[in-house]
């Protein structure tokens, strides 16, 4: 099992940028995948990014492709997400989420074992 803790999250203008970092502790850090979902008020949980165990398998939901990027690092057992251009419809509590079997991702929410607290993004226009 990994613990999650997500930071990074706050309150930006219209065009600017944010990098979540969220902090894994337990075992096997690098057997996971790992996910970025948000969730809007009054909206479900959508998947936004995600990144396989060897780092081979990248998704990104449309709405954000080159504008936010994934990256994982295994030596500080923390998995990033930037976010650049960031858009009013990006406002959202933000999550990270491992899965254990982490040779592929999904951005599927049911597949994810374990789930941090969230940290809040809200852009303004």
């Known amino acids: 099992q990994l613990q999650l803790v997500e930071s990074g999250g706050g309150l930006v203008q219209s065009g600017g940028s944010l990098r979540l970092a969220c902090s894994a502790s337990?075992?096997?850090?690098?057997?996971?995948?790992l996910g970025w979902f948000r969730q809007a008020p009054g909206k479900e949980r959508e998947g936004v990014s995600c990144?396989?165990?060897?780092?081979?398998?990248?998704y990104y939901t449309d709405s954000v492709k080159g504008r936010f990027t994934i990256s994982r690092d295994s030596a500080r057992k923390t998995v990033y997400l930037q976010m650049n251009s960031l858009k009013p419809e990006d406002t959202a509590v933000y999550y990270c989420?491992?899965?254990?079997?982490?040779?592929?991702?999904?951005?599927?929410?049911?597949?994810?074992?374990?789930w941090g607290q969230g940290t809040q993004v809200t852009v303004s226009s």
């Open positions: 990144i396989n165990s060897p780092g081979s398998q990248i």
């Open positions: 337990g075992s096997h850090f690098d057997y996971y995948a």
């Open positions: 989420a491992a899965d254990v079997r982490g040779y592929e991702c999904t951005n599927e929410t049911n597949k994810y074992q374990n």
